[in-house]
């Protein structure tokens, strides 16, 4: 199967900067797209970015300007650089990723990270 594995969560001042790395392995063929989502208590898992195979991105209207998405292919990463942060931004960051999973019949499924707590203090 395939493992992702969130890093770079923490505590963080308000107008900071944080960066996410989320960092896939085990049966990979290939990853499509990659995505984070966020969810902060009592409230829904919501889509924070994402990047395509060909690097488009997508972004939550709250995000935008203010986080970039991007990708490494050759380490089988994704990164979410947070810019600007505010309180509001605090939460769980989860990876997800659709991945193409590398067996004598190679299926695509999607997978979830176990997520990484970003802390944003006024």
């Known amino acids: 199967q395939v493992q992702l594995v969130e890093s770079g969560g923490g505590l963080v001042q308000a107008g900071g900067s944080r960066r996410l790395s989320c960092a896939a392995s085990?049966?990979?063929?290939?990853?499509?797209?990659m995505e984070w989502y966020r969810q902060a208590p009592g409230t829904e898992r919501e889509l924070v970015a994402g990047i395509t195979t060909g690097g488009g991105t997508n972004y939550a209207d709250s995000v935008k300007g203010r986080f970039t998405i991007s990708r490494d292919d050759a380490k089988n990463t994704v990164y979410l650089h947070m810019n600007s942060l505010k309180p509001e931004d605090t939460a769980v960051y989860y990876c997800?990723?659709?991945?193409?999973?590398?067996?004598?019949?190679?299926?695509?499924?999607?997978?979830w990270g176990q997520g990484t707590q970003v802390t944003v203090s006024s």
């Open positions: 997800h990723a659709f991945t193409v999973v590398a067996s004598y019949r190679p299926y695509e499924d999607e997978f």
């Open positions: 085990g049966s990979i063929f290939s990853i499509n797209a």
